[in-house]
């Protein structure tokens, strides 16, 4: 099977102007299969964006690429019950699954499952493919051995991130809106100001998590460039990109060189660099080490 | 008088149950001694045979048994969590609480007759969740997550045809509960997998003269004075620098202690009152859930849920109602 290249979906509050154009210049520029859009971590940001809705989805299927819809990963009102039963209830769209109550949603018709619904072992993803999940990104602490199980045992395509801040955790409260000494409900949308995440360090000043309103992110980035081969011959074809204000273009073209083999992981490690700047890579959890480690 | 609300009582060790029994408990829940379940500590949890001792004397004084087995089984090695679960059929605990859909998916086919309750670790927030769960697995009870305020409780209640539980007392999870990769990140360690989260063995403190550095992993995660208590480095209740300030980003190191809302929370529809707490000792079981015997009666009877007296034996002596009140958000 040929590998495909796939980016997430934007995590982070981008203005809504930044928003639309960096998807408009996925369509024209970046060399990836798959684009995710839509709103994984917070429902009050959704509304700023949606009227470009429409125009990015068809410009990026004008492109040619497979558009697949990103659903809500923390449903706790009657508002965003709401919003996603409208999502999952469109025919036309190819939606992906963030939460159990969206997996209920879409089960009878072929339908993506995000990294926020637990699927760790083979039971559970027979549970999901039965009942129409046709590709499926897998949580992030999973390691090799985990993704190589999975991937001998399932008719779904499986796909991982390989590059970007982690997800880590997800909560009702907003660590941007407490940084700022304002709540939820109040938030001043601050997370605006981040457009990459909040930086958190620890108290001796070491980078350490990043934080995204109600999300919570590694510092580093993941980078599984290296790994790429191998998680091919585990059975894995889909590799997801996560946007951040980097150049994603660039970013895709390092890792469509790789697995095209034009670049060693060597190369692809030092064009990385070059485009972001002194940030911190991690592959640890695929190396069943900790997620934090750069193996 | 209205409905009495079940008291659900943590029993990490034999003299825990024993503990939480006497003191008026309507069920204890408990895990295994392995990775099968959320509290997989060291020296805590049962064996078959101590289960098996602790079900006759639970059920001799008309207290139920609840059996976690709520982590997520290991791909390649379903063969613990199943046999938990056959383990529990067979030696007649009162449920099973779960939260892996394979593995709950393999209870409702295997054992229909074994009731089970879906464990908090699910975080089913909202009714398309839980009625999932329900219509799928038959589910007869939900652990409500720590991420809804009172009225959306109330409301939840209304959507859904199925018992809720809710945490009442103990240590606070600020993220949803099984959607938090914090402690692997740093560790190795996780909790969905491992039943661990900031897990003893990766926590290390340093005497640096003029203070007392806690870590987990290479992480420093808070830093006290000398002679200032230093508390166990749980990763999400650390002091933490963002914007240039320091601060406990997450969550103070506080305890939650809903016991003021009782009242509300009975009249939001809840069943169940879960305290926390299965790494605690015998004396700590037996102070709160005596505590909470009290505030549960009169709640039943009308009344004001009296002090229960617990301030001293709270984490860093402050408490908080969490998610039930909105403005913790």
């Known amino acids: 099977?040929?590998?495909?290249?796939?980016?997430?979906?934007?995590?982070?509050?981008?203005?809504?102007?930044?928003?639309?154009?960096?998807?408009?210049?996925?369509?024209?520029?970046a060399d990836v299969d798959t684009v995710y859009v839509g709103e994984a971590v917070c429902s009050k940001r959704?509304?700023?964006?949606?009227?470009?809705?429409?125009?990015?989805?068809?410009?990026?299927?004008?492109?040619?690429?497979?558009?697949?819809?990103?659903?809500?990963?923390?449903?706790?009102?009657?508002?965003?019950?709401?919003?996603?039963?409208?999502?999952?209830?469109?025919?036309?769209?190819?939606?992906?699954?963030?939460?159990?109550?969206?997996?209920?949603?879409?089960?009878?018709?072929?339908?993506?499952?995000?990294?926020?619904?637990?699927?760790?072992?083979?039971?559970?993803?027979?549970?999901?493919?039965?009942?129409?999940?046709?590709?499926?990104?897998?949580?992030?602490?999973?390691?090799?051995?985990?993704?190589?199980?999975?991937?001998?045992?399932?008719?779904?395509?499986?796909?991982?991130?390989?590059?970007?801040?982690?997800?880590?955790a997800i909560s009702a409260?907003?660590?941007?809106?407490?940084?700022?000494?304002?709540?939820?409900?109040?938030?001043?949308?601050?997370?605006?100001?981040?457009?990459?995440?909040?930086?958190?360090?620890?108290?001796?000043?070491?980078?350490?998590?990043?934080?995204?309103?109600?999300?919570?992110?590694?510092?580093?980035?993941?980078?599984?460039?290296?790994?790429?081969?191998?998680?091919?011959?585990?059975?894995?074809?889909?590799?997801?990109?996560?946007?951040?204000?980097v150049d994603m273009v660039a970013v895709a073209e390092v890792y469509r060189h790789i697995l095209d083999r034009a670049l060693t992981s060597d190369e692809a490690d030092e064009k990385l660099t070059a485009l972001m700047g002194d940030v911190a890579f991690s592959n640890g959890y695929f190396h069943g080490a900790k997620g934090v480690d750069f193996v | 008088m209205s409905k009495v609300l079940e008291l659900v009582c943590p029993a990490g060790t034999p003299a825990s149950l024993h503990a939480a029994v006497e003191n008026g408990a309507d069920a204890v829940y408990l895990g295994f001694r392995d990775e099968t379940n959320a509290r997989n500590f060291p020296g805590l949890n049962f064996s078959r045979n101590e289960l098996e001792q602790g079900l006759d004397f639970a059920h001799a004084?008309?207290?139920?048994?609840?059996?976690?087995?709520?982590?997520?089984?290991?791909?390649?090695?379903?063969?613990?969590?199943?046999?938990?679960?056959?383990?529990?059929a067979a030696l007649g605990v009162d449920c099973v609480i779960l939260a892996d859909i394979g593995l709950l998916d393999y209870a409702a086919t295997h054992h229909p007759a074994l009731r089970r309750h879906l464990s908090v670790q699910a975080s089913a927030s909202n009714p398309d969740s839980i009625n999932f769960y329900v219509d799928a697995f038959d589910v007869k009870r939900v652990v409500l997550p720590r991420v809804l305020s009172v009225p959306e409780i109330k409301t939840l209640n209304a959507h859904i045809n199925v018992e809720t539980e809710v945490f009442v007392f103990g240590g606070l999870c600020v993220m949803a509960e099984g959607r938090c990769q914090l402690s692997s990140y740093a560790t190795g360690q996780s909790p969905n997998i491992n039943g661990v989260c900031s897990p003893a063995s990766h926590v290390r403190y340093e005497d640096e003269g003029d203070r007392m550095v806690s870590k987990l992993g290479d992480f420093t995660i808070n830093a006290f004075a000398p002679n200032e208590a230093a508390g166990y480095p749980t990763l999400c209740k650390g002091r933490f620098v963002a914007d240039g300030k320091a601060s406990y980003l997450f969550e103070e190191p506080t305890s939650l202690n809903a016991a003021s809302m009782l009242p509300e929370l009975s009249a939001a529809g809840v069943t169940a009152l879960k305290i926390e707490g299965r790494q605690r000792g015998r004396a700590y079981v037996a102070q709160v859930v005596?505590?909470?015997?009290?505030?549960?009666?009169?709640?039943?009877?009308?009344?004001?849920?009296?002090?229960?007296?617990?301030?001293?034996?709270?984490?860093?002596?402050?408490?908080?109602?969490?998610?039930?009140?909105?403005?913790?958000?």
């Open chain 1, 1 to 29: 099977m040929n590998a495909k290249l796939t980016l997430g979906p934007v995590l982070f509050n981008w203005k809504p102007d930044r928003w639309r154009d960096f998807y408009y210049r996925i369509a024209d520029e």
């Open chain 1, 46 to 168: 959704a509304p700023f964006y949606a009227p470009h809705m429409v125009d990015v989805i068809e410009r990026l299927q004008g492109a040619g690429k497979e558009v697949i819809v990103s659903t809500l990963a923390l449903i706790m009102n009657g508002r965003e019950m709401n919003e996603l039963r409208d999502t999952a209830g469109d025919a036309d769209l190819m939606v992906e699954a963030n939460d159990v109550s969206a997996c209920a949603l879409l089960a009878g018709r072929p339908h993506a499952i995000g990294p926020y619904v637990n699927i760790y072992n083979e039971g559970t993803l027979k549970y999901f493919t039965e009942r129409g999940a046709t590709r499926v990104c897998l949580p992030v602490e999973l390691n090799r051995t985990a993704l190589a199980a999975l991937a001998a045992d399932t008719t779904a395509e499986l796909e991982v991130q390989v590059f970007g801040r982690l997800p880590l």
């Open chain 1, 173 to 245: 409260r907003c660590y941007h809106a407490r940084a700022h000494m304002l709540h939820k409900d109040n938030c001043q949308f601050v997370c605006e100001q981040d457009p990459d995440g909040l930086e958190v360090d620890t108290l001796d000043h070491e980078p350490f998590l990043a934080v995204n309103g109600v999300q919570t992110m590694s510092y580093s980035y993941q980078n599984l460039s290296a790994e790429l081969a191998e998680l091919q011959n585990l059975g894995i074809h889909h590799f997801r990109l996560s946007p951040h204000t």
């Open chain 2, 61 to 88: 004084q008309d207290c139920q048994v609840f059996l976690a087995v709520n982590t997520f089984p290991e791909t390649g090695n379903p063969g613990p969590w199943r046999k938990a679960v056959d383990d529990a």
């Open chain 2, 290 to 329: 005596a505590a909470f015997r009290r505030a549960a009666d009169a709640v039943a009877a009308g009344e004001t849920p009296p002090a229960l007296g617990l301030e001293a034996i709270t984490e860093g002596q402050a408490k908080t109602s969490g998610a039930y009140d909105k403005t913790w958000r």
